[in-house]
């Protein structure tokens, strides 16, 4: 079963930057077809649904909401790990961060990280 941890996350102001990182255990070798294929970040605000920040693949292709290009940056490692590197920060990134990861098995989630922005 895998489980993600993650880290980072806090409050800041605006324009500063902030690095999340997401670890998984249980994760079967890259090799075995169960592996982990698709590691990245969502993000909910209050009221708002769920949203898709940034992902990365196996084969190393990202994924970005149009919100964040340019500032945020997502670097995986083998999809063992995963770090979001924000950067610019801005009011409207004030949401729980949530750590999922995708293989053939199904998704999984971490328990979300709180990410807050003062203007």
């Known amino acids: 079963q895998v489980q993600l941890v993650e880290s980072g996350g806090g409050l800041v102001q605006s324009g500063g930057s902030l690095r999340l990182s997401c670890a998984a255990s249980g994760n079967p070798p890259s090799r075995n077809i169960f592996s982990i294929n698709v590691m990245g970040w969502y993000r909910q605000a209050p009221g708002k649904q769920r949203e898709l920040v940034a992902d990365i693949s196996r084969g190393g292709s990202t994924t970005y909401a149009d919100s964040v290009k340019g500032r945020f940056t997502i670097i995986g490692d083998a999809l063992n790990s995963v770090t979001l590197q924000m950067n610019s920060l801005k009011p409207e990134d004030t949401a729980v961060y949530y750590c999922?990861?995708?293989?053939?098995?199904?998704?999984?989630w971490g328990q979300g990280t709180q990410v807050t922005v003062s203007s």
């Open positions: 999922y990861a995708k293989s053939i098995l199904g998704d999984y």
